[in-house]
Every structure is written in C-alpha cells, then in structure tokens.
C-alpha cells in the first residue's frame, strides 16, 4: 500500500554512504540500468499509467537529490506522485533497431538530470516491437533493486490485462534506514570493529600503481566463456564445497600475488546487503562493499587455497554490516582520492525472469562503463541464451586498454587449470597463456622482453 512521511529531510542508509564516500562530488552516475525487449501487441498507455504511478508505491521515486554540495542532501517529495515517461519513435531511422540500441549505449555516458532519480523511456522499434530503456540513480537502487523493479512492472501490467484487481505488496526503503543506522551503535558494531580489526592489522600494498596522474577514462573489456569451462568450473565448487565467488578470488590471488610477488593481497567484493524477508523485496540500495584479505602460502596446494578462501569468505559474511567508511579509517585511507580497495569483483547472478502478458521480451542489464576503482572484475553467471562471460571496467590512468586484455586473459588461462590442477601446490599454477608469443602485440606495449604489464615492474 502507499506509504506517506511528514519528516522530508532524510538519513543516509549506510549503504548510500558507501557511494557518497566513494564517488567524487558532482560525479556520481546512475550506475544502475538496463532495457527491457517487449514483441507483440503492447498497450502502451497501460504500461506508461503503471511507471507514472510508481511513486504512489514506492518511495524512492519520490527523492530528491542534491548532490552537488559537499554533503549531498536527500529529501521526500510526497507531492511527487507521477514519473515522466518518454516515447522515442525509432521508426523513421534506416535501421530503428540499430538506432535504438545506438540510443540506449549513449544514455549510459549522460548524468541524470539534476534532482531526478529514475528516468523511463519507451523506444518504438516497428509495429510490435518496442525497448522499454530504464536507469536510476546509484544512490537508490543496485542490481537486485532493478530486478525487482522490472517484476513489478511486469507483475502489474499481466495483472491489469487480465482484469484482476489485487496488488502487489510493496515496501518502504525510508523505514530501512533507520534500523540500519541504529547498528551504529549496537553491540554487533563494536563485535564487526573487533573482527575487521584483526583481519586488517597489516595493510597491504597497492596491487596497481598510476600511470597517468590525472583521470585519463575508462575502458572496458569482456571475454565470453564457454559452457564447458562453466561445467568444469561447477564441478569444482562442488568438490570443494565452495562458490564461484571463491573460485574467482583464488584465481585474482594466483594472478595477482605472483605477478606483484606480495604474499598478500587486499581485493574488495560486492556483497548483497539483503538479510531479511522484507528487504529481500525492497526497491533500494543494500549492496555493500566488502575488503577480503587473501594470503599467497607457496607451500600450499591449489585445494587447500580456496579451502581458507572459503572459510574466510564464510567468516567475513557474518560481518558484512560494517560500514565501508570504517574500512577506511582502519587502514587509513581517504575515499575521496583512494579507493578501499585497487581491484574488485562482483558476481552478478542470473537474472530471474520476468512476463509480461500476451508478450515475449528479454532483459537486458547493462553495467556500469566509468570504473569507480583502478580494476573491478564482473562475473556474469550464464542464461538460457547466453553464455558466462567475464568483463572487466578500469580506470586507464592504471591500465591501458591492451593491459586489461592480458589481466582478463590471464585469469582465463588461471581458471581452466583448476579442475587438474587442484592437488599441484599454487607455485606451479600457470598464470601466463601459452603460447606467450600469441600476446605479444599485447607484451610490446610495455616491454618487448616483459611478460607483466608495466604497471607491476
């Protein structure tokens, strides 16, 4: 049902903090978006009715941002109760599918405009064929947050086509923020402070160094998998009682720790901020940022590597509350001009599905091009209709875009050791794909004589 506030003036939810700390001031771009294919008989007007209405029902479309102070502010609109809702006629263009996917990869590089939160465009491709273009702002929505969105949109249109009146039961992300910031100053705070305290005791060197000293953009790199090196891959999370996350750190340790010959590492992943039934089903942003502390013992076998990778991963989850502000004061760093963390990983799952009546569709996420850190590490789990893939966002003023290439190549060539190789102590772990001479294009940009990038020498 809708929910009404007279406290306009909001708190940040720590996990809003995470990026208002991590993202410069005046930069922040809407990291979360995607489209969806609609074929078949659209009802347009009904479709536009259900996104114009969704500030009656939830409450992150009635923010309103300032982000362009040093302290961003946010505040509750409850006047707001309609979203625009655009229509592009792609139709009149040569090609109106190509123009319209041409369309969408330019929004991507464009800021919201001030004060907005979300923006919603219908892009007609021919008669039955539509995009529907979707983007909100990184301070209120993550992944799971647009998946959630686009099933309520399909939910509400089948439901209204069809006729039935019930609704969907919504939740309220304002009333999450205050039970998070009451951890603050609990006691499971000050047991999370204890805990990351001792992980972090010793801080590690950076895994990256900067070429360029000033913001020089960013590239982006993606390298398909194949099903048989996602099969192999399962098998070995299965034999290992681990997850494709721990597999994944354990080759970052491999690639890293022996390129950069540092027995630790410090890498960052994204954690699903998501603990109860209710916020499971809350527009929003809960994603958090989590150190992981990864040790390179050459006397261990390949096993018993991501065995305490596991285990540490198991461990760390349980205080994944700690707030990544925190973080940055344990190891002494600045936010604004340092990242938490050099290299990052995040796993995004499969997408469930989503119907809408008397339509067939696809969707289509689309990940964030501007990298917020030096390297972050996407792995996208296979669908129906596509395959794994690995895709990895830099900054260019640490690696160039040939660089990047090696670093995706190389995890690669890491990964399809582990199903034979998991009792070979990790010494003996190829890290560089043979033949080498087939990257030297890749090499001569550094060192003709070099099999590491010039930013490890």
């Not at 596991?310 to 990544?324: E, I, L, M």
Request: a neutral charge; hydrophobic letters at 40%.
């Amino acid at each position: 049902m809708p929910t009404t506030y007279t406290d306009t003036q909001l708190a940040w939810h720590p996990a809003q903090e995470e990026i208002i700390l991590t993202q410069p001031i005046g930069k922040m771009q809407p990291a979360v978006a995607g489209y969806v294919t609609l074929t078949g008989p659209l009802q347009i007007d009904l479709l536009r009715q259900i996104i114009v209405n969704l500030p009656t029902y939830y409450d992150i479309f009635r923010y309103q941002l300032d982000v362009s102070c040093f302290r961003p502010v946010a505040s509750l609109n409850d006047a707001l109760s309609h979203l625009p809702v655009s229509v592009l006629d792609m139709q009149p263009a040569v090609c109106p599918r190509l123009e319209a996917d041409n369309w969408i990869r330019r929004q991507m590089n464009r800021s919201l405009p001030d004060q907005q939160c979300a923006e919603f465009v219908l892009l007609t491709i021919a008669n039955n064929e539509y995009r529907l273009f979707i983007r909100c702002h990184s301070l209120l929505l993550d992944h799971t947050g647009f998946n959630l969105l686009l099933r309520y949109v399909a939910n509400d249109y089948t439901r209204q086509v069809a006729g039935r009146q019930e609704t969907e039961l919504v939740y309220s992300y304002v009333k999450e923020i205050a039970p998070a910031r009451l951890y603050l100053t609990s006691l499971a705070y000050t047991e999370d402070r204890y805990y990351w305290e001792k992980q972090l005791s010793e801080r590690p060197r950076p895994l990256l160094r900067r070429q360029e000293p000033k913001d020089a953009g960013s590239g982006v790199v993606s390298l398909p998998l194949s099903d048989e090196l996602s099969h192999m891959l399962a098998r070995v999370a299965a034999e290992t009682a681990s997850t494709t996350e721990s597999l994944l750190l354990a080759a970052l340790t491999l690639c890293f720790a022996r390129t950069t010959h540092q027995a630790t590492c410090l890498f960052g992943r994204t954690v699903a901020g998501r603990q109860t039934k209710t916020q499971r089903e809350t527009l929003g942003r809960f994603d958090r940022t989590l150190p992981f502390q990864a040790t390179y013992n050459p006397g261990h076998s390949l096993r018993k590597m991501i065995r305490l990778i596991r285990n540490q991963h198991r461990a760390d989850n349980g205080h994944r509350a700690f707030p990544v502000g925190q973080f940055a004061r344990l190891l002494g760093r600045d936010l604004a001009t340092e990242p938490l963390t050099d290299v990052l990983l995040t796993h995004v799952p499969h997408d469930p599905a989503v119907q809408f009546a008397e339509l067939s569709n696809q969707v289509y996420p689309l990940n964030e091009q501007a990298a917020t850190v030096p390297f972050q590490l996407f792995w996208h789990d296979a669908k129906p209709d596509e395959s794994a893939y690995m895709q990895a966002v830099f900054q260019l003023a640490y690696l160039n875009q040939e660089e990047g290439k090696l670093v995706l190549n190389r995890l690669h060539h890491i990964l399809t050791q582990f199903e034979q190789r998991l009792d070979d102590l990790v010494t003996t772990i190829d890290i560089l794909p043979a033949p080498q001479s087939t990257y030297r294009p890749w090499l001569a940009v550094n060192s003709p004589c070099s099999p590491f990038p010039a930013v490890w020498q």
